[in-house]
């Protein structure tokens, strides 16, 4: 149900529009070719026809993402300027654990469970705000322990499995083997506005990458494709299948790719326009802490 009322706010206006079209296209269809003894029954029916197929029309051009794909590579600069919340404070991971749920339904994480992880390592964890503190994304991304990180490469567990204890602390991450990419969504994806702030936190976990991890020999960084459009930005990134959903627990296909600081180089290059356009300094004070 909190869905259905998610979807709702998202997409009413964009109904509206097609409904009043759908509307008008019908009243001009009939003032050509009239129906002959036209009735209150007649009536209804039309309305009916002209509702399902703008509810239709909507479902299909403005399908629900948790975060924007193709959109993202072809923005401009962003009027207001976000600023990132780092490390992890709890004033905002009910927003985020919401968010969470309102896109990812049952797949999400309980949040007793999220507040662990990110108690266990505060680093892992990056929100994003708007001009006015307002709490507009996330991005979480866990150096995960060896032995946990096989099994769930191989597909034997989900990632609804991971437990604070499955996750490396800050002063072992930087070396961390296994790199896993949890998640990463915005509010009002279907926004302009929302679509830049999706453009800022992708451009915001390479600087984070950069920052956090060591680099200088390449690393193999994982992520579990939960949806289409996370599909399409995991393929866009250069991505590729390691583990089939045929032979995963959670009949999800989990994408790997080598990174590199030249990798990080050419993707920042991507997103050139977001470099100066929010404040990343947290990440710059979080390192040398």
Known sequence: MRYIIYFIKQVYKQWFLFFAATI???????????????????????????????????????????????????????????????????????????LARSHYGKSSIDYD?????????PLILTILT??????????????LRPDFAKDLIEGTIKEKDIRHYDILPPEEMRNAEYIYFAGVSVKDQLTQTGRKHGAILIYAAMVYLETFYDLTNPKKIYAIAASTCGKNILEKLNFQIETDETNRKDKLDLYSRVISKENIDNYRKQFAFCDDKFDYSSYEKASLS
């Open 24 to 98: 008008g296209l019908a009243s001009g269809i009939l003032t050509i070719f009239p129906i002959p003894e036209k009735s209150n029954f007649t009536n209804l029916i039309i309305l009916s026809i002209c509702l399902f197929i703008s509810v239709i029309a909507t479902l299909i051009l403005y399908q629900l993402k948790h975060i924007p794909d193709e959109e993202i590579w072809m923005l401009e600069t962003p009027r207001d300027k976000p600023t990132l919340v780092f490390p992890y404070q709890k004033t905002y991971l009910k927003a985020a654990n919401s």
């Open 113 to 121: 469970i999220v507040r662990k992880w990110y108690e266990k390592n």
């Open 130 to 143: 708007n001009s006015h503190n307002k709490f507009v994304g996330y991005f979480d991304i866990l150096p």
